[in-house]
């Protein structure tokens, strides 16, 4: 698609979905980055940017920058949602204000401190199961064994899930992160498993299935007392089980791989386990699990001395963001001591990860629970990439911890 002539920047024919892209996209980033503050990506007539101020800027500017539009490729204003739109993502406000606030009551440092005892107690039963069986002289595998059997039991077990069928989770999340880029032969095939899986997703949305008290059944306390009509509730139900594994699932798993890969800082967390909550932070900056999201302009945009038409696309590539030499010194270096704070990995603006104190939680808890036990992690085979439009990520990664 052409580049409209308000919008004199670089044009460049990458394809941020394709597979070698998404196999090793760090270098693609920098081309982009050296190229300039925004670039025109014309196999898909987008703007995009892969520096940290103009990532900020944009996702900071929600006016300018919407999200009702979709947070994807697509444009929702010039073809239909492939599912009923997320009424916190795919929302601006003021709807997006309201169900925002119900869900950071939820999620809010308060219930955090309530669940933390349970997410310790399963993370340091699970690492020691693990740690048993590599004194057994077994291989384990950190994306089956422990990335998603942990997010997998903790978040499902607060949001009031039974325990059956929570494997629909992960294919639900393969879907829908693929689902923020192309139709591509990724989203192809993650689309035709999914009618069961999003029938099995929006049956435990209702407030039969979810225990009482969770996280599931808050939100439909919020719609007695008002605040969302009772139709609206299941959805953001939907919204728990959307965002809280999958993105999960794989900062756990690229945070066992930054250390696996780096024994020199394996051995600082395990001096210091009180290092856990940085290096988890450390390797979402890194390897940041959400790699990119989309906005929309709604209307004529001046910016930067660019004037971006309506209706165009802007990427942003959160992950390029944390990488950016302009704000951090040896970006490519995994330090789990430096200051990380600031990165995208999370978003920023109104939209930022409502859950990040429930995912911070949860990496601190299992990077601690190592520490505390491992002095090195080895890799015994090659770590398997599971590609993914949207996320970074992993679908195995044989390995074996050495105790203490
Ligand atoms: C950033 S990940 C994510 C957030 C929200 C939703 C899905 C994915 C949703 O459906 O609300």
């Known amino acids: 698609m052409n580049r409209p002539d308000t919008l004199n920047v670089p044009e460049m024919d990458i394809d941020p979905f ?11 980033h920098e081309r982009m980055r050296q190229a300039g503050p925004w670039v025109w990506l014309k196999r898909y007539g987008i703007l995009a940017t892969c520096r940290h101020a103009q990532v900020k800027a944009v996702l900071s500017d929600h006016v300018n920058f919407i999200s009702s539009a979709g947070v994807g490729l697509a444009n929702f204003n010039q073809e239909a949602p492939f599912r009923p739109k997320s009424l916190i993502l795919e929302a601006d406000p003021p709807d ?18 309530q669940i933390r005892e349970h997410f310790s107690a399963e993370a340091e ?7 048993a069986r590599c004194r057994d002289g077994a291989v384990i595998d950190g994306v089956k064994d422990l990335a998603e059997v942990y997010p997998l039991k903790v978040f499902p077990d607060a949001v009031g899930l039974e325990p059956e069928g929570r494997h629909n989770l992960l294919l639900y999340g393969d879907m829908i992160f693929n ?18 899986v999003t029938a099995w997703i929006m049956h435990h949305c209702q407030r039969e299935q979810l225990r009482p008290g969770g996280f599931g059944d808050l939100i439909y306390q919020a719609a007695d007392q008002g605040e969302i009509s009772h139709q609206e509730a299941p959805m953001l139900v939907r919204s728990f089980l959307s965002a809280g594994v999958d993105t999960t699932v794989n900062g756990l798993g690229n945070a066992l791989l930054c250390l696996a890969q780096h024994p020199d800082q394996m051995e600082k967390l395990h001096a210091d386990p009180g290092l856990a909550r940085s290096a988890f932070e450390e390797s979402l900056r890194l390897e940041s699990a959400v790699q990119t999201f989309f906005r929309t302009t709604p209307h004529e945009v001046a910016l930067e001395g660019l004037v971006i038409p309506p209706n165009t696309k802007v990427l942003t590539f959160l992950a390029a963001a944390n990488r ?33 104190v429930v995912a911070r939680l949860e990496g601190e808890l299992i990077l601690n629970a190592i520490a505390r036990r491992v002095k090195r992690i080895e890799l015994v085979g090659e770590p398997v990439r599971r590609l993914n439009n949207t996320l970074r990520a992993m679908s195995s990664m044989p390995m074996r911890w050495i105790p203490a």
């Open 18 to 28: 394709s597979t070698d892209f998404l196999a090793m996209p760090y270098p693609d």
């Open 96 to 113: 997006h204000t309201r169900a925002r606030t119900i869900l950071a009551r939820i999620l809010s440092p308060k219930t955090v401190a």
């Open 125 to 131: 039963s699970l690492v020691d199961r693990l740690l």
């Open 179 to 196: 689902a923020f880029g192309p139709r591509n032969e990724l989203l192809q095939r993650a689309a035709e498993k999914v009618q069961p």
């Open 324 to 356: 950016d030499e302009r704000q951090w010194p040896e970006p490519e270096k995994f330090d789990i001591q430096r200051r990380a704070a600031g990165h995208m990995a999370f978003g920023t603006g109104i939209h930022a990860c409502v859950g990040q």
